[in-house]
Structures are given as structure tokens and as C-alpha cells.
């Protein structure tokens, strides 16, 4: 479980960048945290692997407070998937990479070999190959390996389809479904509203540095407050379905009014087409 | 006017085409968004457009690329950069000064401009990208979104005919990315500028642009107007290009025979669809 708890963070001790923000994380969630350029989203993550410390209040991993934990008592829970694949490759082969952390905590045993060889035949890499040299989708999906390839109990994800062509992106996202799905407790910030309402479970929105809504994914998507405060547009199909029933209040009690994915669209409309031939709805 | 005639360009170092029978004109004023797979020739594309290719990259260059009245093989990259702006896909790459108004002013000062006109052109640079509140601030106290709309506002203040944009929302937030293309259109309307767009985020390109033109594996495979292009949702999904939710919820509408129109590009417009078929 990852606590904040009245935390406040600043990087010049004089700004804060955070401002009193407190919400819970349990095992096994896949939270997403929305809100713009400067919300404080990044910061968050930062103080989740220890990165950065609180100015104010405490951030707890499994009940300890990250002030009393050394990085790589951290690094071993927490994964950390930077916005930008280059700033966290530092390896001259793919191997080595995915070797890295195991490396820097001394526990680059058989097991972590084999946890390598793994990793490098799921995500079909070519071991030998130079990682600044692989194409911008492949270096964001070496980078997500070299985190998961460490089995921490949670991953922290920055922005982690940024850059990325759709193909590329449905392929990191259904790697990090398969691991949630498989009980790590995904973290992961993301400004396409898209992926978050196909991914997340949960959403926390942030607006200058403050936590504004916190709640099931579409819950939040569709709260027009939440929206309005953190400049956000919820995905399109929920877009569509607020404002057919702005048109018409009496849809709010129809599946127009719960769809939230195309198909589910789709069906609500043929339904409601189908009712309306049969004379049974006015 | 902009003009690709059987363009094809092979990289020296490369053994395949990275482009083949390109043909493309863009209007003045026109709003291109251009989009495809990760390596399916986009950035390749700019570059011809831009005249990085011949200029800088070498290789085996077939047909024409004509900007202006410039054929870009010929025309010097100094002449070709009068005529058109670009901005990298990575902004940190671009800047060159720690102040925001000194960034503004290197390429100003570099293009020669009489210094009785910098002032202006500085002024209504950074007022047309709505920055000019930070035109004293270091480069680097800025956010993603306000660093875009500095590189956006350097260029812009040359006053290109033609503006060329490698993925300018790629770090952006919704509202900033929305912001962005809105100043964009606006810009591009009041100056008749062109401005060409590589972009993955579909639904703002089908929102703003007058044109969308897909690449696939090195050729055009679309070229048209948005909606007529996103008719064909099951192809693009196909070659791994995104189409916007809304349009996808028109094209199922169609096949399932709940509606006969044309396809859509926006929420908006699904949202008018959708009252048709309740109608």
C-alpha cells in the first residue's frame, strides 16, 4: 500500500509544487493520475520512489515512511518508467540493460539471468542489439521491460505512451494490463483520455498541486466539476453520451447514459432505435 | 503552393526507399495533418519539405519538390528556411538562448531583419502565441507547453509561408494541445500561412485540419479531407493509424444499417448523428 498523507513537495524550498495531498493506493489498483502541464503529476511519482522527499507530511511505502528507506530499498519496490526512454538507457546492449538493475543490487544471479532470458524471448528483443540505435517504440518498450523484469510489487509509469504510434501504444498498455492482471499495482501518469478509460480503474486529478477528484475512472471521466477544474475533456464516447442526455434529461436513465466504449454505445443506440420502431419509447 | 511530383528519396546509407511516388499539392493557407505508423516516412516526408533532404541528408533523390517558386534542389537551405518554418519534434533541441525574447531574436537577427522591425515582429510574435507575459523568463523555468509556444512563436515571427510541424503536442497536456492547434488555425487564417502537421493524435487533426494525408510503408496511401479519409476506419486501424472514437461510433452506426450519411470527424458532429438515429 502507498500512502500520501498531507504531503507538500517543493524542488527550491520556496514554491511548493504540492500542497497538502493525502489519498491511498492499495495492492493491486491501476491508478491513473490526470491533470496538466504543471498539475503536479510527475512530482507525485517522483515522491513515490523517492526520487524527491516531502517538504511537509509523509509518503509511505507498505507503512514505512521513503525517509527512512535508502534508494535502492525503494528501487527494489517501487519500478520507475521515465517520460523519456533516453534518459533512462544507459546500457550498450540490450542484455545489459535489462541487467542493469539486477546489477546495481548486487543480485545478478541465475535467477536474474533467467529472469532476463525471459523477458528478452516475451518481448521478442534481439539481445545483441545497441539500444540507441532501436527506433523511439522500442526504446520506450525496452525501458517498461527493464522495470518489469525486476518483479517490484508496484510500477510507476510517466507518461508512458508518450511519442508512441497507436500500434506501439496498444502494445505497452496491454503488457501493462497483463501485469496488473497478474497483481502488480500499477501507477501511471497519461494525458490521453483514451487509454486512461480503456486501462485505469481509478483516477486522481490534480490541479495545481492539489488532488480535485479521486474516484472509478469514469466516475471521474464524466464529473464535468473535475473536468472544468483540471482542463481535462473525458474520451469521446462519454463526451457523446453527457450530451445526448443534455439534450434529452429523460435519457439519463438509458444505457446512453452509462456507455463508455464504442460497442456499448453502439448497442445503447440500436436499442433505443429498436425501442422507438416498436412504439415503446416516446 | 507546396508540390511533391513522383517524389521518392532513398537514404545513402539505406538499401530500400524511404519514400516512393509521392505526390502531393498543398494550397496556400491550407492546414495538412499528416500522420502513419512509427518509420512510415513522415519525419522523412518534412525533411523534403523543408529541404533537409537533399541539402543535409544525401541520398538517392527521383522527381520534384517545389515550395514556392523554389525547386529544392536547387534553392539554397538558407532561401528554402525563409520560406519555410519548422519546428523540431524535440523543442529542447531547438533552443539556443537561456530568455525567452533571445530566443525569439536569434533567428530574427540571423535572417537579417532591420532592427527598426525586430521590436515589432518579437512583439507580435509572442502576443499571437499568448506568451508575451514571459518574454523576460529563463527557457528554462518553463513548462512543456509554454517551451512549445516559444519555439512556435521564434518561427512565427520570421513570418514563414509555410509552417512545418513535427509532432508539436507530443509532451502536451489536452488543453495545451487543444491551445496550441487553436492558435495554430487562427494564425495560419489571418496570415494565409500554410501549416503542416505530423501528429499521432488523431482526433485533433481530424478536428482542425483541412487535409489529412496518411503514409503507409513509404507512400501515400490517403489524401483528403478528414472525414472522407476516416470513412475508411477498418484500413487505417489496419496500417496502425488511430481513428477518433466519434468516427468510429458513425462508421459501426453504418454498418449496421442505423445510418446512410457520411462519416464524421468530431464529437460534435457524432453527437448530431446520434439525434438523427433517435430522431
Request: glycine share 8%.
Amino acid at each position: 500500500m502507498i500512502e500520501f498523507k498531507a504531503v507538500s513537495a517543493s524542488y527550491d524550498d520556496e514554491m511548493p509544487v504540492l500542497k497538502d495531498v493525502s489519498f491511498t493506493i492499495d495492492d493491486g489498483d491501476f491508478v491513473a493520475f490526470v491533470g496538466t502541464n504543471g498539475a503536479g503529476k510527475s512530482t507525485t511519482m517522483r515522491l513515490m520512489n523517492g526520487l524527491l522527499k516531502p517538504t511537509a507530511g509523509e509518503v509511505l511505502i507498505d507503512g514505512v515512511p521513503t525517509t527512512q528507506l535508502k534508494t535502492s530499498q525503494l528501487a527494489a519496490q517501487v519500478g520507475f518508467l521515465f517520460q523519456n526512454p533516453d534518459r533512462q538507457i544507459c546500457c550498450n546492449t540490450v542484455r545489459d540493460e535489462l541487467l542493469f538493475g539486477f546489477r546495481a543490487q548486487g543480485r545478478a544471479d541465475a535467477h536474474a539471468e533467467a529472469r532476463v532470458d525471459a523477458i528478452i524471448e516475451q518481448f521478442g528483443f534481439d539481445a545483441d542489439a545497441e539500444p540507441f540505435l532501436l527506433n523511439r517504440g522500442t526504446r520506450q518498450l525496452l525501458a517498461l521491460a527493464s522495470i518489469i523484469v525486476m518483479e517490484t510489487p508496484y510500477v510507476v509509469l510517466d507518461e508512458p505512451t508518450t511519442g508512441l504510434d497507436f500500434r506501439e501504444c496498444a502494445k505497452v498498455m496491454d503488457i501493462i494490463a497483463q501485469l496488473h492482471a497478474h497483481g502488480t499495482t500499477v501507477i501511471m501518469v497519461c494525458h490521453d483520455m483514451e487509454v486512461v478509460g480503456d486501462y485505469a480503474q481509478r483516477v486522481i486529478a490534480m490541479t495545481a498541486g492539489r488532488v480535485v477528484a479521486d474516484g472509478p475512472t469514469f466516475q471521474v471521466l464524466c464529473d464535468r466539476s473535475a473536468l472544468d477544474a483540471t482542463h481535462l475533456l473525458a474520451p469521446q464516447i462519454p463526451q457523446i453520451s453527457m450530451a445526448l442526455v443534455e439534450n434529452d434529461p429523460a435519457r439519463a436513465d438509458t444505457a446512453l447514459a452509462r456507455a463508455n466504449t464504442v460497442d456499448e454505445m453502439l448497442d445503447a443506440l440500436q436499442a433505443q432505435e429498436g425501442a422507438m420502431s416498436c412504439g415503446e419509447v416516446s | 503552393m507546396l508540390c511533391l511530383k513522383d517524389f521518392s528519396f532513398k537514404y545513402a546509407e539505406s538499401d530500400r526507399f524511404a519514400l516512393r511516388d509521392i505526390n502531393l499539392a498543398v494550397p496556400d493557407g491550407c492546414f495538412v495533418g499528416i500522420t502513419g505508423a512509427a518509420g512510415s516516412g513522415k519525419s522523412t516526408l518534412t525533411y523534403a519539405m523543408n529541404g533537409i533532404i537533399p541539402h543535409c541528408y544525401p541520398g538517392d533523390f527521383f522527381g520534384s519538390v517545389i515550395v514556392g517558386s523554389l525547386d529544392t534542389v536547387d534553392a539554397s537551405l538558407t532561401d528554402i528556411s525563409r520560406l519555410v518554418g519548422s519546428v523540431c519534434q524535440d523543442i529542447d533541441s531547438q533552443m539556443v538562448a537561456s530568455i525567452v525574447e533571445d530566443e525569439v531574436l536569434y533567428g530574427l537577427e540571423n535572417f537579417g531583419v532591420r532592427t527598426d522591425e525586430v521590436e515589432v515582429r518579437l512583439t507580435d510574435a509572442l502576443e499571437a502565441m499568448g506568451i508575451a507575459d514571459l518574454r523576460t523568463r529563463t527557457i528554462d523555468s518553463l513548462s512543456g507547453g509554454q517551451k512549445q509556444k516559444v519555439a512556435l512563436a521564434s518561427i512565427i515571427a520570421l513570418r514563414p509561408k509555410v509552417l512545418l510541424l513535427d509532432e508539436p503536442t507530443a509532451e502536451l497536456d489536452p488543453a495545451s494541445s487543444l491551445a496550441v492547434f487553436e492558435l495554430l488555425r487562427e494564425y495560419a487564417h489571418h496570415h494565409q500561412t500554410t501549416v503542416i502537421v505530423v501528429e499521432q493524435k488523431i482526433a485533433l487533426l481530424a478536428d482542425f485540419a483541412d487535409k489529412l494525408v496518411i503514409v503507409e510503408k513509404g507512400r501515400i496511401r490517403f489524401d483528403g479531407a478528414p472525414a472522407d479519409v476516416l470513412a475508411h476506419s477498418e484500413e487505417l486501424l489496419e496500417i496502425g493509424v488511430n481513428v477518433p472514437r466519434a468516427t468510429s461510433l458513425v462508421n459501426g452506426l453504418r454498418q449496421r444499417g442505423l445510418y446512410r450519411g457520411s462519416a464524421v470527424r468530431d464529437v460534435d458532429e457524432a453527437v448530431a448523428v446520434c439525434e438523427e438515429v433517435l430522431a
